[in-house]
């Protein structure tokens, strides 16, 4: 290796032990009694070495293969050294807090140190420690003031921080399959990191920022210094009071902002950080690999890789990859690829691939399972639900049980232990309440009837339901004074269900016209018992009470029993009693 600074150094390259600002645990380190074992396969091995030492393994599931079969001889030594037996040479372990993470790191890093300014650059260019090569897009940062460079393709970079005339610089560099790097360059015999304040976290590998980087919006705005970045360091972070962008690339804290989980983020266009907890506002958006804790507002969208812990609002668009813990507000549009715990507001559609408590929309809501509430100018969907009350413009679409369906059209859901209104068809397994014209419930009621009643009407009467409520539904004619056509809309309530008697009461409005000058609105209110005659038929009749409305230019008489009457300028008003009689069968 080559130094052409007249300072001492101190090179170490991490092959098994953990780095010293990363490990609190030494788990590494224990000490691991192992049996022979023949036969055995891998991920059992690992479980056992997990479940004794008290850590967990942290590693991209594509890495290891968990089924694959070794044969391990005694061991006794420390868990690092069992795991290079057991994984070979190509692997790096570090540990963070309770993690042992493996990383694939075949290569090993050398570094070339040139003359620079000494308080506030230094350059150099990365190597492979065997071929000699240059190695590009390498990550090289320094610990203490968390500032950070690329190697560009020739493999040479320039580092600028800030440094006073003691302090040490803890000089890293990380490559994806690489082994990470560290130099510390000590101006005195003392090594310890001056700033205490400084914490470092580690995140263990999901497939959330990947996938965020490679949506639309990712390709789009996350440059590619912020990818690499991102893959060299591999879950590692680290805390700042706050930063400033312009945009993604434009930032107080370089090419090391994606690595930085801030207080206060303030992005003039938007911005690409590992997270904030307090506040982040941007101008257009707000994009962040982990979690978003207290508030983030941003002009267009926010995109978040990890959790929503308090609040998220845009103007519209918001897309988190984990869960919602508090509320988000989108003026067009939110997805959660998670959970949302307490909350969700779109202007047109929401959208959960997990359970949800409350979603509002103006159009659409849809999610894996409602738990407590949907409400949706047009249509609610959930997959499955436990306990929600959906409420819809036009219809509500519910896979498991729901409480309550409330729908301008349509209401189908598996159970409903409530109520179902709607204003033309309900559908269920199950639903004892159902309150619409059609009622097509599996474990209900359905029948058809012919009957007349005071008024004369011969109609046909279409009844469905579930055990306790049902609609109604007629049509039928009369010619004893005017030719009139008659349309019954309504509900009915199963008063009891005997072997052989039945008692229903039932509210009903028809409408009746001669599709010419004279139109009639009658409201009955019926008591019908039916009696079975065995298979699928039976009789019904009962006492009606009806209020009639009669057309200005009805010159017929007030049908049935007439209660009470009175005549204006604008028409006829009686109150009538009757009779209903009819043969049904149940469908």
């Given at each position: 290796m080559i130094f052409?600074?007249?300072?001492?150094?101190?090179?170490?390259t991490i092959f098994l032990t953990p780095q010293k600002f990363v490990s609190a645990q030494d788990f590494l380190l224990h000490e691991v009694n192992y049996e022979v074992a023949n036969q055995a396969a891998l991920g059992n091995?690992?479980?056992?070495?997990?479940?004794?030492?008290?850590?967990?393994?942290s590693y991209q599931s594509s890495l290891i293969d968990l089924d694959e079969t070794v044969s391990v001889p005694s061991y006794e030594g420390q868990v690092a050294g069992f795991l290079r037996l057991l994984l070979g040479e190509d692997f790096e372990f570090k540990e963070h807090d309770k993690y042992v993470i493996i990383k694939y790191a075949p290569g090993k890093l050398d570094v070339d140190l040139i003359e620079g300014n000494k308080r506030s650059m230094l350059k150099g260019k990365v190597r492979d420690l065997h071929s000699g090569e240059a190695v590009p897009f390498a990550s090289v940062?320094?610990?203490?003031?968390?500032?950070?460079s690329l190697s560009d393709q020739n493999g040479d970079f320039e580092l600028k921080y800030k440094k006073q005339p003691d302090d040490l610089v803890w000089l890293t560099v990380s490559k994806e399959e690489y082994r990470d790097t560290s130099f510390v360059i000590l101006p005195s015999v003392d090594v310890g990191l001056r700033d205490k304040s400084r914490k470092l976290r580690f995140y263990p590998e999901g497939g959330a920022v990947e996938a965020m980087e490679n949506s639309a919006l990712g390709r789009l705005f996350i440059g590619f210094r912020q990818r690499v970045q991102r893959l060299n360091l591999g879950g590692f972070f680290a805390e700042s009071p706050m930063q400033v962008s312009l945009t993604p690339g434009l930032s107080s804290q370089g090419v090391f902002n994606s690595q930085m989980i801030n207080n206060f983020?303030?992005?003039?266009?938007?911005?690409?950080?590992?997270?904030?907890?307090?506040?982040?506002?941007?101008?257009?958006?707000?994009?962040?690999?982990?979690?978003?804790?207290?508030?983030?507002?941003?002009?267009?969208?926010?995109?978040?890789?990890?959790?929503?812990?308090?609040?998220?609002?845009?103007?519209?668009?918001?897309?988190?990859?984990?869960?919602?813990?508090g509320f988000q507000v989108g003026g067009i549009y939110n997805h959660?690829?998670?959970?949302?715990?307490?909350?969700?507001?779109?202007?047109?559609?929401?959208?959960?691939?997990?359970?949800?408590?409350?979603?509002?929309?103006?159009?659409?809501?849809?999610?894996?399972?409602?738990?407590?509430?949907?409400?949706?100018?047009?249509s609610n969907r959930a997959d499955r639900s436990t306990g929600a009350f959906q409420i819809a413009g036009l219809n509500n679409y519910s896979q498991g049980e729901v409480s309550y369906q409330i729908a301008g059209l349509i209401n189908k859901a598996e159970n409903v232990s409530g109520v179902q209104l709607a204003g033309l068809i309900n559908i269920a397994k199950?639903?004892?309440?159902?309150?619409?014209?059609?009622?097509?419930?599996?474990?209900?009621r359905k029948?058809?009837?012919?009957?007349?009643?005071?008024?004369?009407?011969?109609?046909?009467?279409?009844?469905?339901?579930?055990?306790?409520?049902?609609?109604?539904?007629?049509?039928?004619?009369?010619?004893?004074?005017?030719?009139?056509?008659?349309?019954?809309?309504?509900?009915?309530?199963?008063?009891?269900?005997k072997e052989k008697l039945l008692m229903d009461f039932e509210f009903v409005n028809r409408q009746t016209t001669n599709f010419s000058k004279l139109s009639n609105n009658t409201s009955f209110f019926r008591l019908i018992p039916a009696y079975k005659l065995g298979g699928r038929f039976s009789i019904v009749g009962g006492p009606s009470i009806g209020f009639t409305v009669f057309d200005k230019n009805w010159e017929y008489p007030s049908p049935g029993l007439l209660l009470a009457g009175r005549t204006t300028n604008n028409g006829r008003y009686a109150l009538h009693a009757g009779f209903y009689a009819g043969i049904a069968y149940s469908l």
């Open positions: 052409k600074i007249r300072w001492f150094f101190l090179l170490f091995v690992m479980d056992e070495l997990s479940q004794e030492q008290g850590f967990y393994f940062y320094e610990k203490n003031s968390m500032v950070s983020s303030l992005n003039i266009l938007g911005g690409y950080t590992a997270g904030v907890e307090g506040l982040e506002i941007a101008g257009i958006f707000n994009m962040n690999q982990k979690d978003v804790k207290a508030f983030q507002v941003a002009g267009i969208f926010n995109m978040t890789g990890g959790d929503v812990d308090g609040f998220q609002a845009s103007g519209i668009h918001n897309f988190v990859y984990g869960k919602v813990n959660v690829m998670g959970e949302v715990n307490g909350g969700q507001v779109a202007g047109i559609y929401n959208f959960s691939q997990g359970s949800s408590d409350i979603q509002i929309a103006g159009l659409l809501n849809k999610t894996d399972q409602a738990n407590v509430l949907q409400i949706a100018g047009l199950s639903s004892d309440y159902p309150i619409g014209l059609l009622n097509l419930i599996e474990n209900g029948s058809l009837s012919v009957g007349i009643d005071e008024t004369g009407l011969g109609q046909i009467t279409f009844r469905s339901g579930g055990r306790k409520l049902y609609g109604i539904v007629g049509v039928g004619m009369s010619e004893l004074s005017e030719k009139m056509y008659g349309f019954d809309f309504g509900f009915g309530l199963h008063i009891f269900d």
